[in-house]
């Protein structure tokens, strides 16, 4: 392998520490933020496994793309040296990233949802105030001329 490849696999994987670093920071922000009686926070050890899991498959695929599944005892140095150079000079930045991302776009989405269903359940109520209205008087009818003959 020459130098130039070597170079280029440990930029590959320090890059591949840095999409770890972030995720698995972002998924421990996600989770962190839900409060402790939804399930899927009670199942944040399990669904943190699955994720570090998922990353290392990804990891290994990063290396079959790129040096054709060759593993080096360096590779996980690098990536680790990716995670650390994370949590210590981009972890702010992906925040403040994060932060922006989701009031410009996920919030808007959600208040957009919230606010249909609203109205179609506003709609579903009033339609079924108004049936409850034209059916008041054969319920009452009912009540008094059948509904007796059951009673003891």
């Known amino acids: 392998m020459t130098i130039s490849a070597q170079l280029m696999s ?3 994987m320090l890059a591949s520490g840095l999409f770890v670093g972030c995720v698995i920071d972002s998924t421990r922000a996600v989770l962190g933020g ?3 009686r ?3 926070r009670q199942c944040a050890v ?3 496994l699955m994720v570090w899991v998922a990353l290392g498959f990804c990891t290994f695929y990063f290396l079959y793309v790129t040096k054709g599944g060759q593993w080096r005892a360096v590779d996980p140095l690098f990536q680790l040296v990716g995670i650390f150079a994370y949590d210590k ?3 702010r930045f992906f925040r403040f990233v994060g932060r922006v991302f989701v009031l410009l776009f996920i919030r808007p989405i959600y208040w957009i ?3 249909i269903g609203r109205f179609f359940l506003m709609c579903w109520h009033v339609c079924k105030s108004i049936v409850l209205f ?3 008087p054969f319920t009452k009818l009912y009540k ?4 007796n003959r059951f009673k003891k």
Not at 144 to 147: D, F
């Open 10 to 12: 440990a930029v590959i």
């Open 34 to 36: 839900l409060s402790g």
């Open 38 to 40: 939804q399930w899927i």
């Open 46 to 48: 399990v669904l943190e």
């Open 89 to 91: 000079l981009f972890r």
């Open 113 to 115: 949802i919230y606010i």
């Open 134 to 136: 034209i059916l008041t």
């Open 144 to 147: 008094v001329t059948i509904g």
